[in-house]
Nanobody, 130 residues
Framework: QVQLEESGGGLVQAGDSLRLSCTAS????????TAWFRQAPGREREFVAI????????FYSGSVKGRFTASRDDAKNSVYLNMNSLKPEDTAVYYC???????????????????????WGQGTQVTVSS
């Protein structure tokens, strides 16, 4: 298993950029595909992005595609979410989540369903002011 910890959240203005980090401890992190989710107050947890264990494959939700980029550095046991052109609607607590298995599954539901991920960080707050 792995333990995950997010960092890098904060308060920014619309149009700004931010980079979130998710650092893992435990087993070999490259054996895990890792996703980013977010949850705004009063809303369900929402899929944002996923990256394969190798880092060569990524997939994004439509609301962030073209603005957010996921990457990973397994030498540092870390996954990153670079967020550009931030909007007020991006305001949420952001979580990283991992599941054993490096390859992205073909099923969209397996990629974006939070129930598919047994390992979660505690979350980091991102607030975008208008």
């Amino acid at each position: 298993q792995v333990q995950l910890e997010e960092s890098g959240g904060g308060l920014v203005q619309a149009g700004d950029s931010l980079r979130l980090s998710c650092t893992a401890s435990g087993n070999t992190f490259s054996n895990y595909r890792t996703a980013w989710f977010r949850q705004a107050p009063g809303r369900e947890r929402e899929f944002v992005a996923i990256i394969s264990g190798s880092g060569r494959s990524t997939f994004y939700s439509g609301s962030v595609k073209g603005r957010f980029t996921a990457s990973r550095d397994d030498a540092k046991n870390s996954v990153y979410l670079n967020m550009n052109s931030l909007k007020p609607e991006d305001t949420a607590v952001y979580y990283c989540a991992a599941v054993l298995g490096a390859v992205l599954p073909p099923s969209m539901r397996s990629r974006n369903n939070p129930n598919e991920y047994p390992y979660w960080g505690q979350g980091t707050q991102v607030t975008v002011s208008s």
